[in-house]
């Protein structure tokens, strides 16, 4: 076995595991609305959640679309009842537990794997390591993006969870840890000579500058485009309401969240 696989599986089961976490909270959320009431946000909570267990069984799967969790993955969206005839506009709830049980069987047969070889059957979704989550690989420091996935997950967890203002700082925290690190790859005297102005941004470290003075070099590097402008005000002065009893909105923890997922895009553009 790799030396490199239990770390690797290790992560690939915290992260199944927040996974599962957020769509039992999701579910139970679902089951608890009235079937003749449209939550608009719950939906979108839960095609976010649908979008990011996807990613992970297509990674776990090798992005094979025959391999059996990716086929797991895709039944659970189509509910049958005790016929076996297919159902309907099944309840979003159903779909939500039916995904959850997929995730629940690729823990299995990751422990099954950390358990050692003798145990790994030939459906297994990984003989060899499983990958770890790829979704911070475009920083350029690698001991930061086990570091960024976990509090990425965290952050959905939060934000499921109605934390809102806890949500709204540890995406925060995200975004500023991703443009410091484009920033510091592309290096002070590569910024002077894009024309970045005097002030604040012309010396000292770049982690010195405050979180807005990044933002607006970063974009007049050309490392990110206009999207941070709706970044609402209290993330870009997150640190700044630690000791304070500010707390953030459903709204703007929201918007960080997008603005977060736009920068993604401008630092990976591959993605």
């Given at each position: 076995m790799d030396q490199s696989q239990p770390a690797q599986i290790a992560i690939?089961?915290?992260?199944?595991?927040?996974?599962?976490?957020?769509?039992?909270?999701?579910?139970d959320r679902l089951v608890s609305e009235s079937p003749n009431t449209t939550n608009g946000n719950a939906m979108a909570e839960t095609r976010a959640w649908q979008e990011d267990c996807g990613i992970t069984i297509n990674q776990l799967s090798g992005g094979s679309k025959s391999h059996w969790l990716a086929r797991a993955f895709s039944g659970a969206f189509l509910m049958r009842s005790p016929s076996g005839q297919a159902v309907e506009a099944a309840p979003p709830a159903?779909?939500?537990?039916?995904?959850?049980?997929v995730l629940k069987q690729a823990v299995s047969t990751l422990s099954?794997?950390?358990?050692?070889?003798a145990?790994?059957?030939?459906?297994?979704?990984?003989?060899?390591?499983?990958?770890p989550p790829h979704r911070?690989?475009?920083?350029?420091?690698?001991g930061l993006r086990p570091v960024l996935e976990k509090a990425y997950i965290d952050s959905r967890i939060a934000f499921d969870q109605?934390?809102?203002?806890?949500?709204l700082r540890t995406t925060s925290g995200i975004l500023e840890a991703i443009i410091t690190d484009a920033l510091e790859f592309r290096g002070l005297p590569a910024l002077a000579a894009a024309g970045i102005p005097s002030g604040e941004a012309a010396g000292g470290r770049i982690s010195d500058w405050s979180f807005n003075t990044r933002l607006a070099v970063a974009e007049q590097a050309g490392l990110i485009r206009?999207?941070?402008?709706?970044?609402?005000?209290?993330?870009?002065?997150?640190?700044?309401?630690?000791?304070?009893?500010?707390?953030?909105?459903?709204?703007?923890?929201?918007?960080?969240?997008?603005?977060?997922?736009?920068?993604?895009?401008?630092l990976d553009p591959g993605r």
């Open positions: 690939y089961l915290t992260h199944l595991d927040a996974l599962i976490r957020r769509g039992l909270l999701l579910r159903d779909i939500v537990q039916g995904l959850i049980d099954a794997v950390d358990s050692g070889p145990s790994v059957s030939a459906n297994s979704p990984a003989s060899t390591a499983a990958p911070f690989d475009f920083v350029h420091n690698p109605s934390a809102y203002d806890e949500a206009a999207g941070a402008a709706r970044l609402p005000a209290i993330a870009r002065t997150y640190r700044d309401h630690e000791d304070d009893d500010t707390q953030a909105t459903e709204r703007e923890a929201k918007q960080a969240a997008q603005v977060l997922h736009v920068i993604m895009r401008d």
